[in-house]
C-alpha cells in the first residue's frame, strides 16, 4: 500500500523519515515529491522516481490495450477483405498485435511522460503551491504505526490516503499534465 502524507516544506524531511525508520519501514520505502527538486538540496532523504510522479505506466497499459483492440480489429478487416491477395494466417496476426500493441504502448508512455501520475493528480495544486508529499510503501500491518507516529511526532504532516501500488490501467482518473 501507499501511505500519502502532505506536507507543507521539506523542512521536517530528514526527522520524519527517521522517526519511521525507527519504528521498522526501510528507508528505501520512504519517498519524497517536491515540484522544486532544489527543495532537495541539504536533505539526505529519498526523491520519488520518475514512475511514481510521472504516469508513464499507467499510460503505457492503456496505449498498449488501445493497440490491443486496434490490432484485432484490423487483423479482422484484413481477413475479411484480404486485400492485395494476402493470405492471413496466424503469423501475419501476432506481427500485427505484435506492431499495434508496442505502438499503442509507446504513444501512452510518451503521454504519460508529461502528465503527473494519476495517483497524484488530486494534490498538484498544492504540490504547485510549494508543499510536498511523502509516499511510504508499506503494508497493512504498519498502517497505524506509521498513521500514529507522524500524528504525534509531526501534527503539520496532514494524511491525505492510502492508494494501492497495484497500477490499474482501467482506473480513468483525470491527470494533469507537467509543465515543463
Same mark, same amino acid.
Given at each position: 500500500? &501507499?501511505? &500519502? ?15 519511521? /525508520? ?12 517536491? +515540484? ?5 538540496? $541539504? #536533505?539526505?532523504? @529519498? +526523491? ?9 505506466? @499507467?499510460? %503505457? ?5 488501445? =493497440?490491443? /483492440? ?7 478487416? *484484413? ?7 494476402? &493470405?492471413?494466417? =496466424? ?5 500485427? %498485435? ?5 505502438? $499503442? =504502448?509507446?504513444? =501512452?508512455? %510518451?503521454?504519460?511522460?508529461? #502528465?503527473?501520475?494519476?495517483? *497524484? ?6 504540490? @504547485?503551491? $510549494?508543499?510536498?508529499?511523502? !509516499?511510504?510503501?508499506?503494508?497493512? &500491518? #504498519? +498502517? ?20 494501492? #501500488? ?11 499534465? !507537467?509543465?515543463?
Amino acid at each position: 500500500m &501507499q501511505y &500519502q502524507f502532505l506536507l507543507n516544506n521539506l523542512n521536517e524531511s530528514d526527522r520524519l523519515e527517521d522517526s519511521l /525508520i525507527k519504528q521498522g519501514i526501510k528507508a528505501s520505502n520512504i519517498h519524497f515529491i517536491s +515540484e522544486n527538486s532544489a527543495d532537495f538540496a $541539504g #536533505h539526505r532523504v @529519498h +526523491e520519488a522516481s520518475i514512475i511514481e510522479e510521472r504516469d508513464v505506466v @499507467h499510460k %503505457l497499459e492503456r496505449g498498449a490495450i488501445v =493497440g490491443l /483492440i486496434t490490432g484485432c480489429l484490423l487483423s479482422w478487416l *484484413l481477413y475479411l477483405n484480404q486485400p492485395y491477395g494476402w &493470405q492471413i494466417n =496466424g503469423l501475419n496476426v501476432v506481427f500485427i %498485435l505484435f506492431l499495434t500493441i508496442g505502438f $499503442g =504502448g509507446w504513444i =501512452g508512455g %510518451l503521454i504519460g511522460i508529461s #502528465h503527473r501520475n494519476y495517483r *497524484l493528480s488530486d494534490k498538484d495544486g498544492e504540490l @504547485h503551491q $510549494g508543499k510536498a508529499m511523502m !509516499l511510504v510503501y508499506s503494508d497493512k &500491518q #504498519h +498502517e497505524s504505526v506509521i498513521k500514529n507516529t507522524i500524528a504525534v511526532q509531526f501534527p503539520d504532516a496532514q494524511f491525505v490516503g492510502i492508494k494501492s #501500488h497495484f497500477d490499474n490501467p482501467l482506473v480513468g482518473k483525470k491527470t494533469v499534465p !507537467l509543465e515543463m
